[in-house]
């Protein structure tokens, strides 16, 4: 198994969108790195999600469901989506400023590439941030 961070505009589509949906596609990725992590996901993967802008905190946590399959959004037929279903959210998120003040996690593209949507998270960066969450 695999851990990923995806971020969202709570304003576009919030974690409440997705405890209310339970499932649905992850479409709108139109950077190729994102892209790229995406084909990378796997069923049974892990993901952060992630409220961007305002917010800057992980709110919970999804399951990819289903692999990397054609955007029916991009007109131009370059970019895919996964599905994933809502896990659990995070009774205490974790704010981008509590995760940039722990130097375990400085390598993280997080950290590194703010306007990234779609991200690795290593598995031992997964469970610091979980452990932030505990503490908070």
């Not at 709108?28 to 892990?46: C, H, I, P």
Request: glycine share 2%.
């Amino acid at each position: 198994m695999r851990y990923w961070l995806i971020k969202t505009e709570p304003s576009t589509w919030s974690w409440q969108d997705q405890v209310l949906k339970k499932i649905t596609h992850w479409d709108g990725v139109r950077n190729y790195q994102a892209s790229s992590y995406m084909k990378e996901m796997k069923k049974g993967d892990l993901a952060f999600f992630y409220h961007s802008v305002h917010e800057k905190k992980i709110v919970g946590i999804v399951e990819i469901v289903r692999e990397y399959y054609p955007d029916f959004t991009d007109e131009t037929g370059k970019f895919c989506m996964v599905d994933v279903r809502a896990v659990e959210a995070l009774p205490h998120p974790v704010s981008l400023a509590l995760i940039k003040s722990d130097p375990r996690l400085s390598h993280l593209s997080l950290c590194r590439q703010s306007r990234l949507s779609v991200m690795p998270i290593d598995e031992l960066s997964w469970k610091i941030i979980l452990e932030m969450e505990n503490k908070t």
